[in-house]
């Protein structure tokens, strides 16, 4: 794995196409942040074909283009909102203007997939539930530390074989590398970004939920920090919350920007499940002093300790499921309900966070 | 390292005399705990005579007299007590039982060494806190998870040697193996034990006001519950919380009964801490599926990732100093504030903490 900042982690899976090519047409519009990679990646593998791509920045454009020949750049975004062979927009626009481009999406009849967090206000959360109910259009939400990480896909094949019992715990932590200078101004805004819990801590919640399989839960406790970076009065660079899930599992996660720049990748991101019958330790993008490559998945139970090497092993079943929904209006890849509840609690903890000062 | 449940955690170390034969008299009191025999030990090792052992169970005493023969039991509790060459008594007793011990060494002019949890309310605290300020004797405590855990000890030295910068949090994992058979009564009943934050969480706060060098701390959320062993209902299988040092550094952690049977060891101790230029992993008695031998210390910083190997590189210098401490009136084993405090927080943990039902 590079050595790169996560901005334009992208990672290649499996490709298993669940359509022909024209089957299922998408766009880009808003290139903002390079998680856009990622998810046109994934659809790509599962078959979408890349019809349009949209940003106001020809620059963007252009860096994407060479990544993405097969799109072709539009003059505006009214060209793919009124495309009618266009059946989703895929998006990475500035945080705080994610929710106005799916609003936009679902009004002209698209189906939205967004980079996460999806929202940035509980106004925006409120106005997007409202666009899906009434319009049974899709918004969903690329939570990627889960979706795009196979070793993360794999711990929910085992908790639903009963590898671990019950699980009564999820540990996240997600240190991300800050590479502050090649940041745009907007990533040191706290009204841009929603916040570190609103950003980073998305991500995390969201595989609380699907691993301890919760349909809600509860902010305990929340804090953020600036510790280091005073230089940027906008940045969190620290955050962590604790939940409790409606069936009694509970939920501790750390976010920050201070992956140090020895690691061999831009975070140690890791993920602890406990179970009554044993645990799952995922160690996502690297093993530290030990293997740089990632997707290592441990596993220790009544039998022993066992080190799982995931990596291209798995795939990402994510997207062909997501393309599959948007065809057959079904809700196998996540549902609407999910993306929203991750959203809503992170807005909920980056609310009622104390703030260390 | 042998499959145990920890109660018998005795580890060996370099033995490195502080002094000779004869010159430090200790002996031990209450043998309700099997620390008590890491906990002499570490005395041992460090030149400490053992020339007494008393409990009022005759299997107890016969089972420590196999291990160190060189002590001579002990009729009744008083011929201790009234023993001028006795420096230190060693004790081990119910947890509750721990402070009145405690003070009936202290009136008679010992120094007391107990294993943690020290007190198990507040009211025992003061009263140990005004014994030890009324007569200069000693009240201290062996948080075996920092003091004889040789990662633990070289971890000091590198957040001295200023090698991941400021330390901003702590995060401590500490699950234990319940063995549920092999515990006595006391250990189900949560008037004795004080509880899982008080018992298990006093070695994680005192790690932690350790590490990032706080004299102080607030407690900001808790929680406990008995989540698989209704059973028991006296027991806490699970607790976790968070605290905010007085210097800003913040901590995190979790204890619980839940080590898998597969584990190679009675618990998968982990400590990590985060600091502004890199942070420090601890695999303490285990590297799952990597290594059965303990004390795995993992440094990433600017350079690198680095892994150190530290079993049976660092020795334990706390008994020696202790010793010392006894001898000299000093404080550089650790203060009693610090004893003191770490038990303090972990009580309040406890008396604030959420109940999971």
Redesign the interface.
Known sequence: MQKTDGMFYAPKGLKRAVVNRGEFAIAAVALDHGHIYGMCNGLLEAGATLKWVYDPDPHKVAAFLQRFPEAKPAENEQIILQDDEVQLVAGAAIPSERCALGLRAIAHGKDYFTDKAPVTTLEQLELARRATANTGRKYMVYYSERLHVESAIYAEQLIRDDAIG?V??V?G?G?HRLNAASRPEWFYSRQHTGGILCDLGSHQIEQFLTYAGCQDAQV??S?V?N??HKEHPGLED?G?A?L?GDN?A?H?F?V?W?T?????TWG?GRT?I??????I?LRKY?D???AQEGDHL?L????????LKLSGQVGYPFFGQLILDCLNRTENAMTQAHAFKAAELSLLAQQHA?R??
Chains 1, 2 share one sequence.
């Open positions: 019950r009564i715990q540990i932590l240190p305990l406790h804090k920090a510790y280091h620290f962590d604790t409790l009694g509970n501790y750390r920050d201070f140090p720049d020895g690691l061999s140690d602890v406990l179970g009554t019958k044993g645990y330790e690297t530290i002093a030990r441990y220790v139970d009544h039998s022993g300790e066992h080190l104390i260390i000062e």
